[in-house]
């Protein structure tokens, strides 16, 4: 397993299968996991153990409202953490700052424990770059994300980006 991807809450996870859906994209062999950072703690700190004897080289952490999980897990590793600032969908509950409170929370780490922090439910974004931290090692994965990039830039000529009628 190359990333771990961390959930607080299971309600948010078709936000954060998108992060997966990339990592499958490129062939990168992953876990994920349901842990809340305030409500079981002691079992995310064991978990984060496993995952880093698993051999995993890069975390994934979404979570909504005070959104602890990122910050904590990289408290807890030198691995690099990609946090997910997630709004929280939870119907018949509160849906906190539409993900306001949780963007705050994840990006305002304290120095010396990075947060590479990615937009408010921007789970892809997550993907790709867990994804280009292990292209530094990886050359298959880079390979990869170097098509993935060129059939980009030949959608954008197509799409336009050759000059138009208007
Ligand atoms: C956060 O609180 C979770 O990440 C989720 O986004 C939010 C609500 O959790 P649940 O009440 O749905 O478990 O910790």
């Known amino acids: 397993m190359k990333v771990a991807i961390f959930l607080g809450s299971k309600s948010d996870m078709d936000t954060m299968k998108k992060a997966a859906d990339v990592l499958k994209d490129f062939g990168i062999d992953y876990k994920a996991y349901v842990i809340s950072a305030h409500r079981a703690g002691d079992l995310l700190v064991k978990t984060i153990k496993k995952v880093e004897e698993d051999g995993c080289e890069v975390i994934i952490a979404g979570a909504g409202l005070s959104a ?99």
Request: with cysteine.
């Open 68 to 166: 602890a999980l990122p910050g904590v897990i990289a408290s807890r590793t030198v691995l690099p953490v990609v946090g997910v600032p997630l709004e929280c969908i939870n119907p018949g509950k509160s849906n906190g700052l539409a993900g306001m409170d949780a963007l705050l929370s994840i990006v305002m780490m304290p120095p010396q424990i990075p947060v590479a922090t990615v937009g408010i439910g921007n789970a892809k974004n997550a993907g790709y770059l867990a994804a280009q931290i292990l292209a530094i090692k990886y050359p298959e994965i880079k390979a990869k994300l170097v098509e993935f990039r060129a059939k980009m830039t030949a959608d954008a000529e197509a799409n336009g980006g050759e000059g138009i009628e208007l």
